[in-house]
């Protein structure tokens, strides 16, 4: 059984760019959130998909993004990217669209603005 | 989602039992208590549920009290890779699999 994948690792971005990071989902699961994690804080949610569709949203601004594809992986977009957009962003992937107990995070991609 | 309160911090030695508290004053009837923890630069990983009554996994016991406003996660015998943040999250079950975490308590097992 494969886990939860993110690539990026690491990456560093100027204000203003755009950014897609992405997460290929544990098997068998078909449902992703996206996660921000500033530095000495919990994660904070941003958005989930479930089946292709956004199934929920955090308090993030819209040119934070997300794409859902048939095999159940996942892409976070940033666009117009703020120095407070530096953070950890991780994906977790659960099964259904709601009820799972468990959530399986991946690693993490860690973003840096400069 | 209930709001919880941890401590920051905590000390355990190695070998001995790390109880962590936490206090959801706010709980609702079909609210859930989970456990997750986050190892430095790594994703959260689940630990344990419950919902009233006691439970126990291979990584740990959860203790609920019967008013369900706190509950007590039990590592019986902490070792230094249980060195973690630990994040307690009261869901209510099939609303959605967002997770509201809190700053967590902040566990150091020491040899």
């Known amino acids: 059984e494969t886990g939860v994948t993110q690539s990026p690792t690491h990456l560093i971005k100027t204000r203003g760019q755009q950014v897609t990071l992405r997460c290929s989902s544990q098997s068998g699961h078909n449902t992703v959130s996206w996660y921000q994690q500033a530095l000495g804080q919990g994660p904070q949610f941003i958005f989930q998909y479930y089946r292709e569709e956004e199934n929920g949203r955090g308090n993030f601004p819209p040119r934070f993004s997300g794409l859902q594809f048939p095999n159940y992986s996942s892409e976070l977009n940033v666009n117009a990217l703020e120095l407070d957009d530096s953070a950890l962003y991780l994906c977790?992937?659960?099964f259904g669209q709601g009820g799972s107990y468990e959530q399986y995070f991946g690693p993490g991609t860690r973003l840096t603005v400069t | 989602d209930a709001k919880t309160t941890q401590p920051p911090s905590m000390d355990c030695a190695e070998g001995r039992a790390a109880n962590l508290p936490c206090n959801h004053s706010t709980i609702s009837g079909n609210e859930y208590v989970y456990w997750y923890r986050q190892i430095h630069s790594q994703g959260p990983q689940y630990i344990i549920h419950?919902?009233?009554n006691n439970e126990t996994n291979e990584m740990a016991s959860l203790i609920i009290t019967e008013d369900r406003k706190s509950s007590t996660l039990i590592l019986p015998h902490a070792t230094l890779r249980d060195t973690a943040v630990y994040y307690c999250?009261?869901?209510?079950?099939?609303?959605?699999?967002?997770?509201?975490f809190g700053g967590g308590t902040r566990l150091m097992v020491k040899p």
């Open positions: 977790a992937s659960s």
């Open positions: 419950g919902l009233k």
């Open positions: 999250i009261v869901h209510l079950y099939n609303a959605g699999n967002m997770l509201t």
